[in-house]
């Protein structure tokens, strides 16, 4: 892997907000198809890292390069390369679930008919074949997170950002939702960034979860295998380790969701 | 004109009934109660027509005599009203959603468009009328003229406050597909901003018919305005009385086409009911 060219690349980067210092010399790299969730309790600095390298924000120092360009000053040159799942579904509601679902392909300049075609492939891999011609106000909240990660998915980005995207749902649907993304993100190869409170998220989809203190300072990084996800008493230590690295938090008070996942 | 006309924020929620059975009660109810109201303003005007002459209060049956006589015999004034209306309604829609838009995606622009907004607002319009008498030979460009400087206005700051209220996470989502400037507008704002376009078209319908035909009456030899002067200054109460129930009537079958319209474009949106 380290012969490849990353596909996302944080420097020393450090943002501040006012007196408050949110990332404090943060840096990382993440592979191709790797997917890299960043835990941490409120305050961490995750959402900060994740805003700059979406590039919402720009940092104060330190360099980002995402697929090649600065995400802040280079912003429309990532159309098409990234996109975004974000914790509430963010569904317009005058579109129906597949209008939704294509928004991003008619924003890349896609042709009608076959950004049709593609949002409805990615309803049907995300269970929602049907629903296509519902209205947001129709829809439950797993099926409008399901509609919102096709959304992000139809662009086909090489770059997905997660933004506690599980995190409203319940246990089930959560976990659920867990898993097809897990299987299409590496069915597709995405290079994966999240974050997340919920140690379960990161256990059931990330190649390597990073636990963050306050200013965005590493304080943990488990690589996080198929084999170790397969079996039960690897997966609760990696989850104590994570919590104890949180300071007792993260919500995974719920076992029967650390189930084991095959991956793939 | 009056400021209580342009909404100053989201559309209101309006209130329906959480049943359908109810909802149909209450329509049934609403009608019921008109009919009454309408018997009642007929059998006070029927029993005032025998105790006053007929040029003070005419009885109901020479109204509905009148009111058959307009029907056959005045119908191309009702049909230029209903012109000059349609035309400024639908220029002041374009225009003042420009300009809201203007408003809202200008920063540098705004406040300078907001004030030619504020000091037109604070002109009567019966000023505009007699500005408009002077400035244009042309009937129909006079009319033209204060339709759209008394309705305008409306459209701009209602839609200038829908872009204010466009949802911030929302805008976020769009934006993280880097979207054209365009491509925001068509995408994001236009959508938004069509309840506030429905809003103010509600709002400002009746205005826009008493408008137009308080132009007519000033600038016009044709139309409504033109014919209820006539009527007026050849003692034809009768018509008069005529002309103002073929208006209300033209009100709410404009409402009624208005809300017919909304309910085709908006029927994303989910009614709420308050309890």
């Given amino acids: ?264 | 004109m009056s400021d209580n006309l342009v909404a100053t924020g989201r559309p209101p929620l309006r209130p329906v009934p959480a049943r359908k059975a109810s909802r149909r009660g209450s329509g049934q109810g609403d009608a019921v109660a008109t009919l009454v109201v309408v018997a009642a303003m007929v059998i006070a005007m029927q029993i005032a027509s025998g105790h006053v002459p007929d040029y003070i209060m005419p009885s109901p049956m020479s109204v509905l005599h009148a009111t058959g006589d307009i029907l056959f015999g005045d119908r191309m004034h009702v049909l230029v009203t209903l012109a000059r209306l349609a035309a400024a309604l639908a220029f002041s829609l374009v225009a003042g959603v420009i300009v809201g838009a203007i408003m809202g995606m200008v920063p540098l622009v705004r406040p300078f468009l907001r004030a030619i907004i504020v000091i037109d607002t604070g002109i009567p319009a019966l000023s505009w009328m007699l500005i408009a008498v002077f400035w244009f030979k042309d009937t129909e460009t006079r009319i033209f003229f204060i339709l759209t400087v008394i309705l305008l206005p409306f459209y701009a700051m209602n839609v200038y406050e829908g872009i204010r209220a466009l949802p911030k996470d929302l805008v976020d989502m769009v934006e993280s597909f880097r979207p054209s400037r365009w491509q925001m507008l068509r995408y994001m704002i236009m959508p938004h901003i069509v309840p506030y376009i429905f809003i103010t078209t509600k709002s400002v319908v009746g205005y826009a018919i008493r408008m137009a035909v308080f132009a007519e009456l000033v600038a016009s030899a044709i139309g409504i305005g033109s014919r209820m002067s006539l009527a007026q200054s050849s003692f034809r109460i009768d018509q008069v009385f005529a002309w103002t129930f073929l208006l209300v009537i033209l009100n709410i079958a404009l409402q009624w086409g208005v809300s017919a319209i909304e309910k085709l474009f908006l029927k994303w949106r989910p009614e709420v009911a308050v309890r």
């Fill in chain 1, 1 to 264: 892997m380290g012969t490849i060219d990353p596909v996302i690349e944080i420097r020393n980067i450090h943002k501040s907000f006012g007196g408050f210092v949110a990332v404090d010399d943060f840096s990382l790299r993440v592979e191709p198809g790797e997917i890299v969730a960043l835990l941490g309790r409120t305050g961490a600095g995750k959402s900060t890292v994740l805003n700059l390298v979406m590039g919402t924000i720009g940092p104060d120092q330190g360099s980002i390069r995402v697929a090649g360009f600065d995400p802040y000053a280079q912003f429309r040159e990532l159309k098409g390369r990234i996109a975004v799942s974000f914790q509430t579904d963010r569904l317009l509601p005058w579109r129906t679930a597949v209008e939704n679902a294509e928004l991003g392909l008619l924003i890349l300049g896609v042709p009608k008919a076959e950004a049709r075609t593609r949002a409805l492939a990615w309803l049907e891999r995300v269970n929602l074949k049907g629903a296509q011609d519902k209205y947001v106000h129709e829809l439950s909240g797993g099926m409008r997170q399901r509609v919102s990660l096709a959304r992000a998915l139809a662009v086909d980005p090489a770059i997905v950002f997660l933004d506690e995207s599980f995190s409203q749902l319940d246990h089930a649907t959560a976990g659920k939702l867990r898993r097809d993304f897990h299987r299409i993100a590496k069915e597709f190869g995405k290079t994966c960034l999240f974050v997340t409170h919920r140690i379960e998220d990161a256990i059931e989809i990330a190649d390597r979860a990073i636990v963050l203190n306050p200013g965005a300072r590493i304080v943990l990084t488990e690589e996080i295998t198929p084999e170790l996800r397969a079996d039960p008493a690897r997966v609760r230590a990696c989850h104590a380790r994570i919590a104890e690295a949180m300071g007792g938090e993260g919500e995974a008070d719920d076992q029967e969701s650390l189930a084991p996942v095959t991956a793939g």
